[in-house]
């Protein structure tokens, strides 16, 4: 699978939402205001980054550490282009703090990590009003907390959308028999495509765009960020198509082991906040990267469902979350969240005056 410098552009642009409070202070009048550390304090970070020490997310990340080190902060990074060895490694206590998927964060925290539900945020609209809540309501800051976990800071980075090989698969129906890939270790996503009557595929990060590529599935769910940089194209080939309806909204996390900070960094809690105060000034760059990414891809390939199917969709994606709540898979607290920000954008919805979700 070639990965391009191009795309961990976009995904250490993204970081900069995700930089420690103390490096972020040296060059911004919001927090310069604070002073350095009392004591220096040692930490240890796990970066998950596709191509490891070479890749533009541990180069950036490797330049704030530098940062950090004139407000007393001093940080030992270590690259993973294993996702799953970098969360292991952060559940072993071998890292004080992790930089991986929302997905893969649900081990450490299930509130947050449920965030990634399918088809609970349906635009970047919601996204924004989701990130919204979550930096201006302090409350939100007790569900980022699981025992010695939190989460401090979630990355948008845009939605996945259905890509399949044959744009004459258009409806659900025709799903059905096809293979679908997905990951190994998300066991919604499986239960979702088994309801669809297709045949779900055990993938990863590093192989899933191989197998569309070389027609081992029929279809796959990746961000426009990720269709020039994996050369999806030569999945769709001639035929195939881009649903233009988002399956769920991608994001990024960055987790912390909170004992470490708590007890040498005085006021903790509030730095953290302000830090979403911060990072949430940021994102505009995040979300132009989300917008031109998929401006980018040719015309050709976008297909727009017919209404009915479109609802279908969404009836769908809706039965399998109540579904996948039910069954512990999705946090019924986020759930609730997210559906209060999807009818405050959308008060008409159907959903909005029923009480099952």
């Known amino acids: 699978m070639k990965i391009t410098r191009k795309f961990h552009g976009m995904l250490a642009a993204a970081l900069l939402a995700m930089t420690p409070v103390t490096a972020l202070a040296a060059a911004d009048p919001v ?24 890749g533009d997310v541990f180069s950036y990340a490797r330049d704030l550490a530098l940062e950090a080190r004139k407000w007393n902060l ?22 004080d703090g992790a930089a991986m998927s929302t997905l893969r964060s649900k081990q450490f925290n299930h509130f947050m990590g449920s965030l990634d539900a399918v088809g609970a945020l349906p635009s970047m609209k919601h996204m924004k009003a989701f990130i919204n ?13 699981s025992g010695d976990y939190q989460t401090v800071a979630v990355i948008p980075l845009g939605a996945a959308y259905v890509m399949v090989n044959d744009r004459k698969i258009n409806s659900i129906e025709k799903a059905a028999g096809k293979k679908v890939a997905v990951l190994e270790w998300d066991k919604s996503q499986a239960k979702m495509v088994q309801q669809l009557g297709a045949q779900p595929v055990a993938s990863d990060i590093t192989n ?25 194209y030569r999945g ?22 909170r004992s470490k900070f708590v007890k040498d960094v005085p006021e903790f809690d509030n730095l953290v906040l302000k830090l979403r105060s911060y990072a949430a000034t940021k994102l505009d760059t995040v979300y132009g990267m989300i917008d031109k990414s998929e401006k980018d891809i040719d015309p050709k390939y976008w297909l727009d469902l017919p209404e009915a ?10 039965e399998s979350r109540m579904q996948l709540t039910k069954d512990g898979t999705y946090d019924p607290r986020m759930m609730a969240i997210l559906k209060k920000v999807r009818c405050k954008i959308d008060p008409a919805n159907f959903e909005c005056a029923l009480k099952d979700e």
């Open 31 to 54: 927090l310069g205001d604070m002073k350095p550390l009392a004591k220096p304090l040692h930490i240890k970070f796990c970066i998950f980054d596709l191509v490891g020490t070479q």
């Open 74 to 95: 001093f940080v030992e990074l270590k690259a993973y282009s294993d996702e799953r060895v970098a969360a292991e490694d952060f559940k072993a206590g071998q890292c």
């Open 133 to 145: 809540m979550f930096t201006n309501n302090p409350k939100m800051n007790d569900f980022t907390i």
């Open 208 to 232: 899933f765009a191989g197998k569309f590529n070389n027609g081992q599935v029929d279809i796959i769910a990746a961000p426009a960020l990720a269709f020039k940089p994996l050369e999806l």
């Open 236 to 257: 769709l080939g001639t035929k195939g198509a881009i649903y233009r309806m988002p399956l769920v909204q991608i994001t990024g996390s960055i987790v912390i082991r």
């Open 309 to 318: 199917e479109q609802q279908k969709y969404s009836r769908l994606m809706r």
